[in-house]
């Protein structure tokens, strides 16, 4: 199983990005996907997840980041709208896939968002 995130750049603040992330591989079914995300010197965070029962989103993105999946594609997407410096992050993607062989949680290669102040 892979996993290949796309999408991340340099932005302005206050402007947008869209995050991507699609999954490969000798896949079943997905029973989660979801978005981390990790600055300099920081521990790696939750930023948003999504399953059949929802999404949940970290305090201070919530408002400003949507996550969303298209399940026909395993590809999960995050938009990030009045991004911030603080936005700044590494950003990884993860999905928790049911294979033939069991139940595992996957981690893309991580894509880097640089928000300019």
């Known amino acids: 199983v892979q996993l290949q995130a796309s999408g991340g750049g340099l932005v302005q603040a206050g402007g947008s990005l869209r995050l991507s992330c699609a999954s490969s591989?000798?896949?079943?079914?997905?029973?989660?996907m979801g978005w981390y995300r990790q600055a300099p010197g920081k521990q790696r965070e939750l930023v948003a997840s999504?399953?059949?029962?929802?999404?949940t989103y970290a305090a201070s993105v919530k408002g400003r980041f949507t996550i969303s999946r298209d399940n026909t594609k395993s590809t999960v997407y995050l938009q990030m709208n009045s991004l911030k410096f603080e936005d700044t992050a590494v950003y990884y993607c993860t999905a928790a896939v049911h294979t033939a062989w069991g139940n595992s949680d996957y981690w893309g290669q991580g894509t880097q968002v640089t928000v300019s102040s």
């Open positions: 591989g000798s896949i079943r079914s997905i029973n989660a």
């Open positions: 999504i399953t059949g029962g929802g999404t």
